[in-house]
C-alpha cells in the first residue's frame, strides 16, 4: 500500500479483500457511506474515514449480508494505520497536496485557525 494511492482507493480495496465484496460492491458501499456523511472521495482525510468506518460501514455491511462487519472495517482501520506508520503518513488529500503547496497545515481541526 503506498502512499500514492487516494484513502477511497485503499479502504475500498481493503474493504473487497476482507470481505466477499467485488471491487464494484465495495466501493459502491464505500460511495454511499461517504455521500451519507456528506463527504467527497476527493476529499477524505484520516479522520474522515475513520468515522466513516467506524460508524457508517458496519451496519451498510452487515446490510449487504457481510459477516462481522464491525470487525471488517476494524481491521481495514488498523490496516490503513499501519500503512500511515510505515510511510509517516495517510495517503494524501487533494487538500492536503493544497495546503502544502501554500504553505500550510491546513485547518485547525476544530476548524478555526490560529493567529
Known amino acids: ?14 474493504l473487497e479483500r476482507h470481505t466477499e ?3 464494484l460492491e465495495a466501493r459502491g458501499a464505500l460511495r454511499l457511506a461517504l455521500k451519507d456523511a ?4 476527493e476529499a477524505l482525510g484520516r479522520r474522515e474515514i475513520d468515522a ?12 449487504m449480508g ?7 472495517c476494524e481491521r481495514a482501520l ?3 494505520a499501519r500503512a500511515a506508520a ?6 494524501e488529500t487533494d487538500r492536503d497536496r493544497i495546503f502544502r503547496r501554500l504553505g500550510d497545515d491546513g485547518p485547525e481541526p ?4 490560529v493567529q
Open 66 to 72: 457481510v459477516p462481522d462487519a464491525a470487525s471488517v
Open 110 to 113: 476544530d476548524g478555526e485557525s
Open 1 to 14: 500500500m503506498s502512499v500514492e494511492r487516494s484513502l477511497f482507493e485503499l479502504t475500498a480495496d481493503l
Open 86 to 91: 510505515r510511510t509517516g503518513s495517510a495517503p
Open 78 to 80: 488498523s490496516q490503513i
Open 52 to 63: 466513516v468506518l467506524r460508524k457508517l460501514m458496519p451496519e451498510r455491511l452487515a446490510r
Open 21 to 23: 465484496l467485488d471491487r
Open 38 to 41: 456528506g463527504l467527497r472521495s
